[in-house]
Every structure is written in C-alpha cells, then in structure tokens.
T-cell receptor, first 111, second 114 residues
Framework: DAKTTQPPSMDCAEGRAANLPCNHS???????VYWYRQIHSQGPQYIIHGLKNNETNEMASLIITEDRKSSTLILPHATLRDTAVYYC????????????FGQGTRLTINP | EPEVTQTPSHQVTQMGQEVILRCVPISNHLYFYWYRQILGQKVEFLVSFYNNEISEKSEIFDDQFSVERPDGSNFTLKIRSTKLEDSAMYFCASGTQGGAGELFFGEGSRLTVL
C-alpha cells in the first residue's frame, strides 16, 4: 500500500503557482520522495525526487520538511497542460525498488 | 530524448487466448518493470526484473503471467490465458539506478479481453 497521503483534488488558476502537499509521516531514512504525474491515461511521467534537501528542475520544485514527514511539489507557473493526476511516492534506495502508486491528487488548472 | 516504447498500443483478444505485450526499454537501463491500470483505478505494480530474473512480483502476477528479456533489448509480458479482468492498460518502465533513480514509463498497451 502507498505510504503517502494526498488530497484527492485541487484547483489552480492558469499562471499561478500550484502547491501540491503530501504527507509521508512514516518515511524511513533510506527512502526518497518521488513525484510523478499522469495526464489522461498516458504513462506516468517523472517530475522530481529528493531525499532531504529541496530540489528544483525545469519542471518543478520539491520542498521537503526538515523532519521529512511531508513535502510540497510546486509548479511555479501552471499551464493548462499541467492538468493531471499527481502522485507522491516514497521509494527505498536499494535494488529494484518498485514505485507504489496511490490515488494521487487530481490537479485541474483553470483558465 | 530516449524513451520506452511499447507495442501494440491496443490489442483486442478473446478470453482464454494468450497475449504478449512488448516493450523496448531505454538502452542503458538495467531495471525493468510492468505495471497495469484498470480503467478508473490506480496504477498497480506487477513485476520488477533485474539481472535476468524477477526481483519482485505482486499478488496480481500469478502463474498466468510471465516476463522475459529474450534478446537483450525487448522486455515482454505474456498472459497465458486471458480473463475478462485482465482488461487494462499495461505500462512498461525502465530505470538505471534502482531505488535511487527515476523510472521512465512507456505510453502503455491497452488490452481488451472480450
């Protein structure tokens, strides 16, 4: 079972920052926080991942709290194409560790 | 940009028939996975594969399922005798670093069992 908790849905206005929260209070020291998204029925798309430091790439920023029990994915300037289901996943470092998808957050970007 | 490719994009089959879904992972990847997503439901893990053997499989991955990497490039999922409940989107994924790296997913193969 997924070890994260996310709100089932969120709305955001186009051009604004979308902040998606995730709770992972039982995360272990050897687990990363990953974010993926799925647009319609396409294959899940990798967004970003981190261990304990904040991370930023061309798609998004990931803010992880100091105790690592929660994180926030930030899409700085949301567009209509960012409408998707966003998944927060914790995943162990070692071996062929699978991703376990929960229900995610359905983010709708409104014009 | 390298990508994971899957064929066929859509397959319709009769119940009881064998189906093979094919995947070409990204060329330098070492870890391979199959997932499925029944319409309207979440993405479910089926199996992971590393070093030419199954690393982990879920309860869904019963004796009707098998995986193979026959030629060092393709990664296949075989369903021996399809059931109606096997109708789903099947996603292949590959990665380089196990738990420390991202997985790249294909666009999926939609299987419809009649």
């Amino acid at each position: 079972d997924a070890k994260t908790t996310q709100p089932p849905s969120m709305d955001c206005a186009e051009g604004r920052a979308a902040n998606l929260p995730c709770n992972h209070s039982t995360i272990s020291g050897n687990e990363y926080v990953y974010w993926y998204r799925q647009i319609h029925s396409q294959g899940p798309q990798y967004i970003i991942h981190g261990l304990k430091n904040n991370e930023t790439n061309e798609m998004a920023s990931l803010i992880i709290t100091e105790d690592r029990k929660s994180s926030t994915l930030i899409l700085p300037h949301a567009t209509l194409r960012d409408t998707a289901v966003y998944y927060c996943i914790v995943r162990a470092l070692q071996g062929a560790q699978k991703l376990v998808f929960g229900q995610g957050t359905r983010l709708t970007i409104n014009p | 940009e390298p990508e994971v490719t899957q064929t066929p994009s859509h397959q319709v089959t009769q119940m009881g028939q064998e189906v093979i879904l094919r995947c070409v992972p990204i060329s330098n990847h070492l870890y391979f996975y199959w997932y499925r997503q029944i319409l309207g439901q979440k993405v479910e893990f089926l199996v992971s594969f590393y070093n030419n053997e199954i690393s982990e499989k879920s309860e869904i991955f019963d004796d009707q399922f098998s995986v193979e990497r026959p030629d060092g490039s393709n990664f296949t999922l075989k369903i021996r005798s399809t059931k109606l409940e096997d109708s789903a989107m099947y996603f292949c994924a590959s990665g380089t670093q196990g738990g420390a790296g991202e997985l790249f997913f294909g666009e999926g193969s939609r299987l419809t069992v009649l």
